[in-house]
C-alpha cells in the first residue's frame, strides 16, 4: 500500500491553536459586547459600499485569523439594523444572548450527530429536556405524550405543523382541506401551505374584531360555510402575540370551537408563546394548553440568537406519524417514551444540534432569571405604552397585551394615506436619533389598512434607561413631524425608508 | 413613569465575563481536540445512563460554566459515535472543523439578521458570495443567473429543490405529477416529496445498472410511460455519490435525457457534490453543472460541524418564484443581481446565518486547503479499497468512484440471510478494536437486498494512519469471523448490533 502523507496545509488546529483564536475572538467580541450602549440601535449608511467587500472570488491562500477578525467585529457587523443593542424595540427582537454563542462553538466543536437517539444519547437527551421544559412552560400536561423538535426558527415551526394536521386529518388526497386563519395571521404560514401543497384558496381567512384578534363566531360560521361547499375543515392557526399588532386570539374560546368541529388547533406562539413563562402571560394566554401544536421561538421569547424555533405538539405520536419515512426496508428507531429520533418529528434528517443553545443559558442562570426577565419586559411595555399614550396627537392602536403595542401619531385633520406617510416619518425621525430602533405595520381589517407605528420589548439587554430613551425620542419625533409642514392634512410630502419603517414584511421576522 | 429597575439576575454578560468563559471554555475544548485519537472512534456503552443525567425540571437557579463544561465534555460528549474521531469512516463523516464553531461562535455574539439582505448587508452579502464559491466549484456559468441557499442539511435542500421544480413546471395543481428517483436516491427526497404534499406513487423508480448507477435508457422509458398513462413528468433526482454505494449517476447522460423531455433535473450531491473542486471529482461528475438544481452538504464535503446544507439553482430567479410570498400587500424586495433575500429563496424566513460557517475556514485556509484535503481522502479510499481487496474472502461490492466503497467478506458456501450476518458480525468486530467506526448498508436492487459494508473516508482529520488502522482491522475482523463457526454456512448466528452496523436508514447522515 502506497503512504500517502498529510497534505502540507492542514486544516487541523490542535488544542493551543484553538485556545489562541479563542482568545482572539474573546478579545474582539468582548469588546464588541462592552460598546453596544455606545452605538447607535441601526446603521446602515454604507451598505452597498460593506456589501462589495465580499466580491471576488475564494481565496486559494488563507488570511490571519485577526484580519478577519477586525473586518467582521470592526467594519461589517456595525452596518446593519444592530439587533443586538439594548434600544432595539423594532419587528421582534430577541437580542442573541453570548451564552448560547458558546454554547454553539462547543456543539460545533465536540460535532455530534443528533438526528437519531443512538449516535448521541446525552446531547439528544439534553435537547428532548430542553423541548420537555418547553412544554411544561406552556402548560401541556407532565406526561409523556406530548413532545415537539427545535427548528431553525418559527416559519419551519409552522410548517411542520401543517404536514402533521394534514397527514392526521387528511393523509396524502387533501385537494379539498380548508386551514383557517386570520389577517394577523403571520404570513409564514401561507409560505408554509404553499411549500406543503395547498392551494391559495385552500387558505380562508376568519374576521377579525376590532382589537384584531379572531372571532370565534366567525371562526364557527367559516367551518359551517367551508363544509357546506363540500370541503373538509381541518385546521385552525390562532395567533398567541400576533407580530403586527401584538393581538392574542382568544385561545379558549377558539379551542372550543375547535373541539367542536374536530378541527386541528394550532397556536402560532413565535413572538408570545414563551411569555407562558410568568404568570401575567399565562393568563393572557389562557387556553394555550388545548392547541394540538404550538410554535415557540427561543430566539425571540427566550432571548437566544437566530436560529431557534421550537414546535411543540400534544401528541408526539401524531408528528412521528407525519415525519417517519415508514419503508418496509427502514428498521424501527429507537422512539419510546424516553428515546426520541428527531429524524422521526421534522423534515430534516442532517440537521446542526439545537438543544445545547438553549439548555446552556438555562442552565447557567435557572429559569429564574428568564422569567424575571420576561416579566420585567412585561412591566417595561406596559410603563412605554402609557407614557406615550399621555403625550399629545397619540392614540394606541393595540394594547400591551404581551410586551408589544401599536399606536400612531395623529395631527387634527390628517388622514388616510398623508396620516401613514405621517407615520413614517415620525418613525424615521426617532431612528435617526440612534437610541432606539422601531418598525412599522400595515394593519386591517377589520378598518381601512393603515400604517402604525410598533414598540415590540423583548430584548434580555433592553431596561428602563432604553424606555425613558424611547419616550423622549419617539415623544420629540411625535412633536416635530406634527408641527413640520409635512403634517398638514393632504400634503402626504412624506418618504419612505425602508430602513426606518420596514413594511409589513420586515415586521415578520 | 415608573422607574422600573433591571432584574436581580441579569443575563447580560460583560466583555470580561465573556472571556472568561471562552477561557475556561478553549482549555476544556482543546484538551478535547488534543485527545481525539486516543478515543475510541464509537463508545455507546452507558448510553442509557447518561441520558438519564439530563432528566428533571428546568433549574430555577443557575449552575458555574465549570461544572456545565466539566458535564458535557468529560462525561456525555464521549458516550457516541465520535463522528469528529479521525477513525471514523461511519455513514457520511464531515469531521466539524472547529473553525465553523469558531464562526457560529462570531454569528451568535453579533446575533445579525441575515434573512433579507437589509438588516445585515454585510454579512448576507459574505453569505452570497460562500454561495457563489460553490455555484463555481459544481462549474455553474459565472453569470449573476445562478445562485442558491444554505440550509440546515441536504434534507432541506432537497425540500427546496423539489418545491422549485414542482411550482415551476406544474403550479398549483400537480397531482398528476411524477417524479423519477432509483433505489439508490436518498430517502429523504421521499420523505420531502411526502412533505410537500405528493403522494407515494408520484414517485417512480427508475431501474439501476449493475454498478447501481440510473440507467438513462430506462429514465427514458420510464417518462414515456408515464405520459402515456396521462401523467406529467416533472422532475427527475439523481445521485452524486449515493449515500449507501457511492454510485455516481450518469450525469451527462441523464441530463441529455431531461433536456430532451423538458424535465428538471436536480442532483444530489450532498455526499460526493463537493469533490468537484478537485480534478478527479470533476471528472467523475461530469454533467453536474447541467442540473437545474444540486445539493451539497458542506457538512460533509467541506468538513463542518453538522446543520449547514447547500441547495444550488442555475436560475435562481427559479427559486424566487417557488419561494416569494407574493401577496399583493407585500413589498418588492431587495433582490436584484447582487442582493439576494434569502427569505424568498427557502421556506424559512427567520433562520440562522450560516454563511460565516462556510466562509471563515475558507478564508482562514484558502481553497486550495481544502481542495488538497479533498485529493487526499480521493488517493486514502483508492488506497484502502485495494489493500482490502488483496485480503482472502473480500469482494469489493462497490468501487470508490470517489471516497466511499462497499464490500463483502465472502466465506466459500455462505449466502443469503447468513451472509448478510456474516458482515454484521464482521462490522461488529471491527468496530469494537476501536480505532475506526465503520457501518454498513442494505443494497439491491439491482440484485437482490443484501447487507454490505461500507467505508466512506471524508473527515479532515483522516490520514494513512487511520487508513493502516482499517485495513488492519478490518482485515483481523473478517480472518477472525471468517474462521468463527458462526461463518459456517447455513447457521446464520450473527446477531444484529445496531451501533455496530447501522441499517440502512442509518447510512443517511
Not at 259 to 287: E, K, N, P, S
Not at 429 to 457: E, K, M, S, Y
Amino acid at each position: 500500500m502506497r503512504e500517502l502523507k498529510p497534505p502540507a496545509r492542514p486544516l487541523e488546529p490542535d488544542g493551543a491553536t484553538l485556545r489562541d483564536w479563542l482568545g482572539q475572538t474573546g478579545r474582539k467580541l468582548g469588546a464588541f459586547l462592552d460598546g453596544l450602549p455606545d452605538q447607535p440601535a441601526a446603521q446602515l449608511t454604507g451598505s452597498r459600499r460593506i456589501a462589495q467587500v465580499f466580491a471576488g472570488p475564494a481565496p486559494e491562500a488563507g488570511t490571519p485569523l485577526r484580519r478577519l477578525l477586525s473586518l467582521l467585529v470592526d467594519r461589517v457587523a456595525p452596518v446593519a439594523l444592530n439587533t443586538a443593542h439594548p434600544g432595539y424595540l423594532g419587528f421582534i427582537p430577541g437580542g442573541g444572548l453570548p451564552q448560547s454563542a458558546l454554547a454553539d462553538l462547543i456543539t460545533g466543536v465536540l460535532n455530534r450527530y443528533t438526528g437519531l437517539w443512538m449516535p448521541a444519547p446525552g446531547l439528544v437527551q439534553l435537547e428532548i429536556q430542553a423541548i420537555r421544559w418547553l412544554c411544561t412552560a406552556v402548560g401541556y400536561p407532565e406526561d409523556d405524550r406530548c413532545g415537539g423538535i427545535l427548528t431553525s426558527g418559527g416559519s419551519l415551526a409552522n410548517l411542520g405543523a401543517l404536514v402533521a394536521a394534514r397527514e392526521h386529518h387528511l393523509g396524502e388526497n387533501f385537494g379539498d382541506g380548508v386551514v383557517f386563519v386570520s389577517a394577523q395571521t403571520h404570513h409564514s404560514v401561507a409560505k408554509a401551505a404553499r411549500v406543503v401543497g395547498l392551494r391559495r384558496d385552500q387558505l380562508v381567512p376568519v374576521a377579525c374584531r376590532p382589537d384584531f384578534t379572531m372571532d370565534p363566531a366567525a371562526l364557527s360560521a367559516a367551518v359551517a360555510a367551508a363544509r357546506q361547499a363540500g370541503q373538509r375543515p381541518f385546521l385552525v392557526v390562532a395567533s398567541a402575540g400576533s407580530t403586527a399588532t401584538g393581538a392574542v386570539d382568544p385561545l379558549a374560546a377558539i379551542a372550543d370551537r375547535c373541539a367542536a368541529a374536530g378541527l386541528w388547533l394550532h397556536v402560532d406562539g413565535a413572538y408570545g408563546g414563551c411569555f407562558a413563562l410568568t404568570d401575567r402571560g399565562r393568563a393572557a394566554l389562557a387556553g394555550l394548553a388545548r392547541a394540538d401544536s404550538i410554535t415557540l421561538d427561543p430566539h425571540k421569547g427566550l432571548f437566544l440568537p437566530y436560529g431557534t424555533g421550537a414546535l411543540l405538539v400534544r401528541e408526539r405520536a401524531r408528528l412521528r406519524a407525519a415525519f417517519t419515512e415508514g419503508a418496509s426496508y427502514l428498521p424501527a428507531g429507537s422512539e419510546d417514551a424516553d428515546h426520541w429520533d428527531f429524524a422521526d418529528l421534522g423534515p430534516e434528517l442532517s440537521r446542526p444540534p439545537r438543544g445545547l443553545r438553549l439548555w446552556l443559558p438555562i442552565q447557567l442562570h435557572g429559569l429564574g432569571a428568564f422569567r424575571a426577565a420576561l416579566d420585567e419586559k412585561l412591566d417595561l411595555a406596559r410603563s412605554a405604552a402609557e407614557a406615550l399614550c399621555a403625550l399629545d396627537h397619540v392614540v394606541l392602536v393595540s394594547p400591551p397585551t404581551l410586551s408589544l403595542f401599536t399606536l400612531q401619531g395623529r395631527p387634527p385633520g390628517v388622514a388616510g394615506p398623508a396620516l401613514d406617510a405621517h407615520q413614517r416619518r415620525i418613525l424615521r425621525d426617532t431612528n435617526q436619533r440612534g437610541r432606539v430602533f422601531l418598525t412599522g405595520a400595515t394593519v386591517g381589517p377589520p378598518g381601512p389598512a393603515r400604517f402604525v407605528i410598533r414598540v415590540c420589548v423583548l430584548s434580555f439587554r433592553t431596561h428602563q434607561a432604553q424606555i425613558d430613551a424611547l419616550v423622549a425620542d419617539l415623544g420629540a419625533a411625535i412633536a416635530t413631524q406634527t408641527a413640520a409642514p409635512g403634517a398638514q392634512a393632504g400634503t402626504g410630502r412624506g418618504t419612505t425608508s425602508a430602513g426606518a419603517s420596514g413594511p409589513s414584511r420586515r415586521s415578520s421576522q
